[in-house]
Nanobody, 121 residues
Framework: QVQLVESGGGLVQAGASLRLSCAAS????????MGWFRQAPGKEREFVATISWLAWRTSYADSVKGRFTISRDNAKNTVYLQMNSLKPEDTAVYYCAAGSYGSRSSDYDYWGQGTQVTVSS
C-alpha cells in the first residue's frame, strides 16, 4: 500500500505560479512511477504529467507542456508539480498517483485525495 497526500493548491491569478507536493508513505516510494492528473467540474479526469521511478523519463499533456514541470525527491518520498503561467483553464482538483509509467488512469494503483487549484482571470 502507498498513501499519498497532496498539498500546495490554492487560489491564484492568471499568470501566477504554484507548486504542488505529494508526500508518499507506505510501500517503497522509489519503485513507483508517479503521475499528476486533474479533474475540472463537469469534466473527466485527465492526465497532466508523469515521472519514472528514477526520474529518467517524464511526459506531459500538450496543454501543460512548457509551463508545468514534474520532479521527485526519492529521499523525501515526495513528488512535485511546478506550475507556471497558470491559466483559468488549469482550474481543477489535482491528484497525484503512484503506479506504472503512463498517461492512463489505469496505469496507477494508488491515488491521493486531491488538492484544489483555482486560477482567476
Amino acid at each position: 500500500q502507498v498513501q499519498l497526500v497532496e498539498s500546495g493548491g490554492g487560489l491564484v491569478q492568471a499568470g501566477a505560479s504554484l507548486r504542488l507536493s505529494c508526500a508518499a508513505s507506505g510501500r517503497t516510494f522509489s519503485s513507483n512511477a508517479m503521475g499528476w492528473f486533474r479533474q475540472a467540474p463537469g469534466k473527466e479526469r485527465e492526465f497532466v504529467a508523469t515521472i519514472s521511478w528514477l526520474a529518467w523519463r517524464t511526459s506531459y499533456a500538450d496543454s501543460v507542456k512548457g509551463r508545468f514541470t514534474i520532479s521527485r525527491d526519492n529521499a523525501k518520498n515526495t513528488v512535485y508539480l511546478q506550475m507556471n503561467s497558470l491559466k483559468p483553464e488549469d482550474t481543477a482538483v489535482y491528484y497525484c498517483a503512484a503506479g506504472s509509467y503512463g498517461s492512463r488512469s489505469s496505469d496507477y494503483d494508488y491515488w491521493g485525495q486531491g488538492t484544489q487549484v483555482t486560477v482567476s482571470s
